[in-house]
């Protein structure tokens, strides 16, 4: 039996719920933390490609904040 690599627990981390829901966070938080700068400093590409990832892989934790401001 072969043990497995740190590279492999870690892809098998990113695609369970939890790893799922702590990238969703990082890409919002990033997203959000860019848009707070200024222009000048701004990646517009780079805001644009993690607005695909979050709204097309990594919704959750936008769902959870949309939940919550229902409550």
Request: glycine content about 2%; charged content about 30%.
């Given at each position: 039996?072969?043990?497995?690599?740190?590279?492999?627990?870690?892809?098998?981390?990113?695609?369970?719920?939890?790893?799922?829901?702590?990238?969703?966070?990082?890409?919002?938080?990033?997203?959000?933390?860019?848009?707070?700068?200024?222009?000048?400093e701004?990646?517009?590409?780079?805001?644009?490609?993690?607005?695909?990832?979050?709204?097309?892989?990594?919704?959750?934790?936008?769902?959870?904040?949309?939940?919550?401001?229902?409550?």
């Amino acid at each position: 039996m072969s043990e497995k690599t740190e590279q492999s627990r870690a892809s098998d981390f990113a695609v369970s719920p939890r790893g799922q829901f702590i990238i969703s966070q990082a890409l919002c938080l990033a997203l959000q933390s860019m848009k707070d700068r200024p222009d000048v400093e701004r990646e517009f590409s780079n805001e644009g490609d993690m607005r695909y990832l979050i709204d097309n892989l990594f919704p959750v934790y936008e769902v959870v904040l949309r939940a919550k401001a229902v409550r």
